[in-house]
Protein backbone atom coordinates (compact mmCIF):
# COMPACT_ATOMS: atom_id res chain seq x y z
CA UNK A 1 0.00 0.00 0.00
CA UNK A 2 1.07 3.56 -0.89
CA UNK A 3 2.75 5.80 2.13
CA UNK A 4 -0.87 7.54 2.93
CA UNK A 5 -2.97 6.26 0.44
CA UNK A 6 -5.95 4.87 2.36
CA UNK A 7 -8.45 2.20 0.18
CA UNK A 8 -12.11 3.45 -0.55
CA UNK A 9 -15.26 1.85 0.26
CA UNK A 10 -16.75 0.06 -2.74
CA UNK A 11 -19.49 3.02 -2.83
CA UNK A 12 -16.60 5.40 -2.68
CA UNK A 13 -16.86 7.74 -6.22
CA UNK A 14 -13.36 6.64 -7.40
CA UNK A 15 -14.78 3.16 -6.87
CA UNK A 16 -17.39 3.44 -9.02
CA UNK A 17 -15.75 5.40 -12.07
CA UNK A 18 -17.85 8.31 -11.33
CA UNK A 19 -15.07 10.46 -9.96
CA UNK A 20 -11.55 11.43 -11.17
CA UNK A 21 -8.37 13.67 -9.75
CA UNK A 22 -6.79 15.41 -12.30
CA UNK A 23 -4.90 18.56 -13.12
CA UNK A 24 -4.03 20.28 -16.20
CA UNK A 25 -0.88 19.15 -18.63
CA UNK A 26 0.76 20.58 -21.69
CA UNK A 27 0.76 18.91 -24.71
CA UNK A 28 3.75 17.15 -23.71
CA UNK A 29 2.27 15.91 -20.56
CA UNK A 30 4.04 18.23 -18.17
CA UNK A 31 1.96 19.06 -15.73
CA UNK A 32 0.77 23.03 -15.45
CA UNK A 33 1.10 24.60 -11.98
CA UNK A 34 -1.83 25.15 -10.15
CA UNK A 35 -1.11 25.89 -6.83
CA UNK A 36 -0.69 22.44 -5.70
CA UNK A 37 0.76 19.31 -6.79
CA UNK A 38 -2.17 16.56 -7.68
CA UNK A 39 -0.88 14.76 -4.28
CA UNK A 40 -0.30 17.76 -2.53
CA UNK A 41 -2.63 16.67 0.84
CA UNK A 42 -1.71 19.13 3.56
CA UNK A 43 -1.22 22.04 0.78
CA UNK A 44 -3.19 25.47 2.38
CA UNK A 45 -4.34 25.92 -1.39
CA UNK A 46 -6.19 21.91 -1.92
CA UNK A 47 -9.58 23.64 -1.58
CA UNK A 48 -11.21 24.47 -4.62
CA UNK A 49 -11.95 28.20 -3.66
CA UNK A 50 -8.49 28.27 -1.65
CA UNK A 51 -6.72 31.26 -2.94
CA UNK A 52 -4.06 30.23 -5.41
CA UNK A 53 -0.24 31.49 -4.59
CA UNK A 54 0.24 33.21 -7.76
CA UNK A 55 -1.19 34.24 -10.66
CA UNK A 56 -0.36 31.52 -12.89
CA UNK A 57 -1.79 28.96 -11.13
CA UNK A 58 -5.31 31.03 -10.64
CA UNK A 59 -5.29 31.12 -14.01
CA UNK A 60 -4.56 27.77 -14.73
CA UNK A 61 -7.12 26.37 -11.82
CA UNK A 62 -10.02 29.36 -13.99
CA UNK A 63 -9.38 26.97 -16.81
CA UNK A 64 -9.46 23.43 -15.55
CA UNK A 65 -12.92 24.67 -13.60
CA UNK A 66 -14.49 26.17 -16.52
CA UNK A 67 -13.41 23.17 -18.71
CA UNK A 68 -14.64 20.71 -16.35
CA UNK A 69 -17.85 22.57 -15.73
CA UNK A 70 -18.88 22.86 -19.32
CA UNK A 71 -18.69 18.98 -19.54
CA UNK A 72 -21.11 19.00 -16.69
CA UNK A 73 -18.42 17.48 -14.09
CA UNK A 74 -19.08 19.54 -10.22
CA UNK A 75 -15.67 19.81 -8.08
CA UNK A 76 -15.77 18.55 -4.42
CA UNK A 77 -14.57 21.84 -2.90
CA UNK A 78 -12.68 20.45 -0.43
CA UNK A 79 -9.69 19.70 -3.08
CA UNK A 80 -9.37 21.52 -6.30
CA UNK A 81 -8.38 18.10 -8.59
CA UNK A 82 -11.48 16.29 -7.91
CA UNK A 83 -14.40 16.21 -10.24
CA UNK A 84 -17.21 14.23 -10.62
CA UNK A 85 -20.39 12.97 -12.75
CA UNK A 86 -22.93 10.68 -12.04
CA UNK A 87 -22.27 9.87 -8.40
CA UNK A 88 -24.24 10.27 -5.10
CA UNK A 89 -22.94 13.75 -4.68
CA UNK A 90 -22.87 15.00 -8.51
CA UNK A 91 -26.80 14.09 -8.07
CA UNK A 92 -27.32 15.85 -5.26
CA UNK A 93 -25.51 19.31 -6.05
CA UNK A 94 -27.38 19.34 -9.65
CA UNK A 95 -30.46 17.80 -8.50
CA UNK A 96 -31.08 14.57 -10.41
CA UNK A 97 -32.90 12.26 -8.77
CA UNK A 98 -30.94 9.50 -9.06
CA UNK A 99 -26.98 9.01 -9.79
CA UNK A 100 -25.51 7.29 -12.70
CA UNK A 101 -23.03 5.44 -11.16
CA UNK A 102 -22.58 3.27 -7.87
CA UNK A 103 -21.40 0.31 -6.18
CA UNK A 104 -21.61 -3.19 -8.42
CA UNK A 105 -21.52 -6.94 -6.51
CA UNK A 106 -20.88 -9.64 -8.50
CA UNK A 107 -20.67 -9.50 -12.45
CA UNK A 108 -23.51 -7.57 -13.93
CA UNK A 109 -25.49 -7.01 -10.72
CA UNK A 110 -26.28 -3.89 -8.91
CA UNK A 111 -25.89 -3.89 -4.96
CA UNK A 112 -29.08 -2.23 -3.04
Given at each position: ?33 VGSDLQGVW ?70
Amino acid sequence: MARGHHPEPPESPHATGAAVDLTLCTAEGVPLWVGSDLQGVWSPHRPTEASAPDPVAAENRGHLRRAMTVAGFINYPVVWRHWSYGDRYWACVTGTRFACYGPVRGPGRRSG
